[in-house]
């Protein structure tokens, strides 16, 4: 199992965040920014085993949300802004940053916002803002996020194969299993995300600016944030790498943990 230090906190001038750090001290940290509605308790547990064998994984709260104090932004870049003084905060110098679905939004406008601090940047499962052309949400996505609660359906970010079903229930049943989770996302904050979400004008009219290596990777069938987003993404950066995972969607890297894990291995030490 992973090594973990216990839940942490950083007084910061968003308010005090609270975040964890797994794994093997030394080298460039990987730092992860959560999903919409995600804590950092919403990581499966054998994912962040996976990745953190031979290095240091860095995950928090962004203010107000779970254990963490403060407020919501209400814009993508202030959600930047957030991780980046987390960061400065540790004394880093530079992380590698994986973001999915909204963090890795937040990753892209990050590495635009403040380019010294994040060396390579793995953006999964998101968007680089509207794609009028292509495959665009499904209908149901917008319902889903607006719910009050969520039930396990709701979060099931798989095609609807047996195979698929099955790996997103068990990774469901690995997060429900976590000791001491802490607090979902409020409603407040949930409006916080869906206002930031609203008024990012998104990258691609800056895409050739994102100049450092970057992994894009989904499931090929992701619906939440249609796959073609993830192709246009890698067309338009510089220095891109595009991975899609068969009878995978939106959770693709709880489905294919080794695979995945073994995929950031390669780029982070490439």
Known sequence: MAVNSGIKSLCTSFGRLAWREDGTPGGVPLLLLQRFRGTMDDWDPAFIDEICKDRRIIRFDSAGIGRSEGAVPDTIAGHAAVAAEFIRGLNLAQVDILGWSLGGVVAQQFALDFPRLVRRLIVAGSSPGAVMEGPQQHPRVPQIMTKPENDEDDFLFYPETESAVAAGRASLARLASMPERGPEVG????????????????????????????????????????????????????????????????????????????????????
Do not use: C
Request: glycine fraction near 6%; aromatic fraction near 10%.
């Open 187 to 270: 409603a407040a904050s949930l409006m916080g995300q869906i206002e930031a979400i609203s008024s990012w004008p998104g990258v691609l009219h800056r895409a050739r600016e994102l100049r450092l290596p970057m992994l894009v990777a989904n499931g090929a069938h992701d619906v939440m944030l249609p796959t073609y987003r993830s192709y246009v993404l890698a067309q338009q950066a510089t220095d891109a790498k595009l991975v899609l995972y068969p009878d995978a969607g939106h959770a693709f890297l709880f489905q294919y943990i080794d695979d995945f894990a073994a995929e950031i291995d390669r780029f982070l030490e490439g």
